[in-house]
């Protein structure tokens, strides 16, 4: 490296500005270019005299996955130079700055923490849906846009799922922050998408309760002892939070990732989902196992050496998709409702881990005020919402696997294209209505999802 | 610049026609071909004028130590391969022969150097199996990215800013980036007779432009090629070892 970051240096045009940080492995300062006007940040490595090997190396894993990501949870870079003149990569500025100074205000209310956990999760699970781990998450790394999108940012740790990984031979010692690092990573695994979920749910404890699941640990000794040491409670530690979202934030901190959530998408459905996330002891438990159950996971897990990994992030992905049916509850459409209902059933033989959500669209006026009962008082959403599990019970799934929920819109295609978008859904499963004056004039909803829809989607019909 | 990379095609018609297929779907600018054109199978006349008309297009064609074989050179070889290679010695004419014996050991171009074997020394045709037999190749040039072959199993390495090597684990149809704070070194993998138990051709596409590299594999009338060298009266194993790629 010849060149080191100062003020008023120029670099393939970009001029530095300020300083805006100074980080353990790296600077980041303004920079403009007369190219790009948007407001922009370098970040230079801090490579120490000789040879560096972890920043080097973060370095070029960063320059490696950064270019390859896209959308609005990551930042776009611009550019980026190679250490014969001074390392950097140039990305745009976010906004909103960092989420650590809303950490540092946890505990915060619930309904805040509902909020930006759904944001949060949303981020990762893009991520992952470009096949990266992230492997470093921690308030830190997620910044946040104006518009109020979560962006991650700092991939010196990360894992790309498809390209070669330039750390797994480089440390021999754990990577991570210590608070949210998964057991996994702890026993030196690197392709395991749920140890970002582990993360994730150590976030979710923090902002909940205002305290670390398992304190701030200094040494590799300190980590270990998630293994086999469960936290305290949230509930124990403030008594309001839901038990639902207890369930939640617990079961991403199951130690074995077999028993985790799967995926960031799953998680995300629970949290949009409260009234129908399936409540476990987890959700009741208001302190810490024993000391025997504690000493007995601490005989077996002393010994363990690994956790077994899934085969790829896209096989882990596709192991247990969501799958969306909207079904239609009226007298003509009772056929291609029973139709629908032995489609589902002959899916779940070949996803036998999917999830099922099953929707029905109550129909709103685009002007106007809606009627939300009907001519005897009942309530319309209710009344629907009754019908609709009668019709799901014949799937025959266990209730967490099973969501049901009554979407209302003036567009029913649109309502169903926003459910599966949100709900980062992996399948949409619909019947087409017959030839009928309405479809002429009104157009096909089984058409338009298939046409707008982000994944994919079955169209059945009765012959 | 899109360079498509074969080596090693090993008298094989069938592989060598069904890459050079793929390869005119790829868009390239340039072939390279990196030795060992004919020896093992059954039609090396073909390969030899196949191989001596891209060169006329442009191509670039390095020697491999069955070229120089074949061309008359002593070289030592394994009793299977010295019986393949005075079969293919017979079957030549001196125009092809001349073809072979013509060919450059290495040749460099914008930073890319192109090799049959280990660059260090490549008339001695060392084997690059591991990241530490890369070593030698990475001191041996300044270039940026080394291609061999002779070594009919694919293998990736870098040497980092430290002078570190380490073979990088890839999968085969993806672009995989070569960072520029590293130099690289490919073994791009055989054409006509694969050994890493996948019964396709390989090669590799390289784009200079983007920095990065894809191994790819093709497939091919194994069972033609095979049938080719139990007709020829080659040994029976260099048949079979084509049916399962190893």
């Known amino acids: 490296m010849q060149l080191r970051p100062h003020t008023g240096l120029k670099i393939d045009g970009f001029p530095l500005g300020e300083k805006l940080h100074t980080g353990g492995f790296a600077t980041i300062w303004d920079v403009t270019h007369p190219d790009h006007d948007l407001p922009m940040v370098m970040k230079v490595p801090t490579i120490l005299d000789g040879y560096d090997g972890p920043t080097i190396v973060g370095f070029e894993v960063e320059q490696m996955i950064m270019p390859r990501l896209s959308g609005p949870h990551v930042p776009r870079v611009l550019g980026s130079g190679g250490f014969e003149v001074m390392p950097y990569i140039v990305v745009e500025k976010i906004d909103g700055g960092s989420f650590l100074q809303v950490f540092q205000k946890a505990p915060l209310p619930l309904s805040d923490v509902i909020e930006i956990a759904a944001r949060m999760v949303h981020a990762v699970a893009d991520l992952h849906r470009q096949h990266v781990i992230h492997l470093d998450l921690k308030p830190e790394n997620f910044l946040q846009r104006k518009t109020g999108e979560m962006v991650l940012v700092d991939y010196g740790l990360s894992r790309h799922d498809l390209l070669p990984d330039l750390l797994a031979e480089e440390f021999k010692i754990p990577m991570g922050t210590f608070p949210y690092i998964a057991p996994e990573q702890y026993l030196r695994c690197r392709d395991d998408p749920r140890s970002d979920l582990f993360a994730l749910g150590a976030m979710l404890y923090v902002l909940a309760t205002g305290k670390m699941p398992w304190g701030t640990p200094e040494t590799l000794r300190g980590v270990r002892k998630r293994l086999w040491r469960d936290p305290v409670p949230p509930r124990a530690i403030r008594p309001e939070i839901p038990e639902w979202l207890q369930e939640i934030i617990l079961r991403a901190l199951v130690v074995d990732p077999m028993r985790r959530y799967q995926t960031a998408a799953q998680m995300a459905f629970d949290l949009g989902h409260p009234q129908q996330v399936k409540l476990t002891d987890r959700a009741h438990k208001m302190k810490q196992d024993g000391w025997l159950q504690v000493f007995d996971r601490w005989r077996v897990m002393r010994k363990l050496r690994k956790f077994e990994a899934p085969k790829s992030m896209a096989a882990q992905m596709a192991a247990v998709p969501v799958i969306v049916t909207a079904v239609d509850l009226s007298p003509e459409g009772e056929r291609l409702a029973d139709a629908l209902r032995n489609a589902i059933k002959r899916m779940l033989v070949t996803e036998p881990e999917a999830r099922i959500a099953c929707v029905n669209i109550l129909k709103t006026a685009r002007i106007g005020i809606d009627q939300t009962t009907d001519d005897q008082g009942n309530n319309l959403h209710v009344a629907r919402l009754v019908a609709l599990k009668a019709w799901a019970e014949a799937i025959d799934l266990p209730d967490h696997r099973l969501t049901c929920a009554v979407l209302e819109g003036p567009d029913p295609g649109q309502a169903i294209i926003d459910y599966a978008t949100t709900n980062k859904v992996d399948h949409i499963l619909m019947g087409a209505r017959g030839h009928s004056t309405t479809r002429r004039y009104l157009g096909s909803v089984s058409a338009q999802v298939v046409a707008e829809a982000h994944c994919s989607v079955t169209v059945i019909r009765v012959q | ?246």
């Open chain 2, 1 to 246: 610049m899109r360079i498509a990379v074969l080596t090693d095609i090993h008298g094989n018609r069938e592989a060598f026609a069904a890459v050079l297929a793929d390869v005119a779907g790829h868009g390239v600018d340039r072939v390279a071909l990196l030795g060992d054109i004919v020896g093992y199978g059954g039609d090396p006349e073909w390969c030899c004028d196949r191989a001596a008309r891209l060169v006329a297009e442009g191509a670039l064609c390095i020697r491999g130590n069955h070229d120089n074989a074949a061309a008359g050179a002593p070289e030592a070889m394994s009793a299977l391969a010295r019986a393949a290679i005075e079969w293919t010695k017979d079957r030549l004419d001196s125009g092809q022969r001349a073809f072979l014996a013509g060919l450059p050991l290495s040749h460099e171009e914008e930073q890319v150097l192109f090799v049959h074997a280990s660059a260090n020394d490549p008339g001695a045709w060392s084997y690059v199996t591991s990241d530490t037999r890369a070593a030698p190749s990475f001191r041996a040039t300044k270039a940026r990215l080394i291609l061999c072959g002779h070594v009919h199993v694919p293998l990736l390495a870098s040497c980092d800013v430290g002078g570190v090597v380490r073979a990088q684990v890839f999968r085969p149809g993806l672009a995989i980036p070569l960072l520029p704070s590293r130099r690289w070194l490919a073994v791009v993998g055989s054409v006509g007779q694969p050994r890493d138990g996948v019964a396709q051709a390989a090669w590799a596409l390289v784009d200079t432009g983007k920095g990065e590299i894809t191994f790819r594999r093709t497939s091919y009338d194994v069972a033609g090629a095979a049938s080719r060298i139990r007709a020829a009266g080659l040994p029976e194993m260099l048949a079979t070892r084509l049916l399962t790629g190893t």
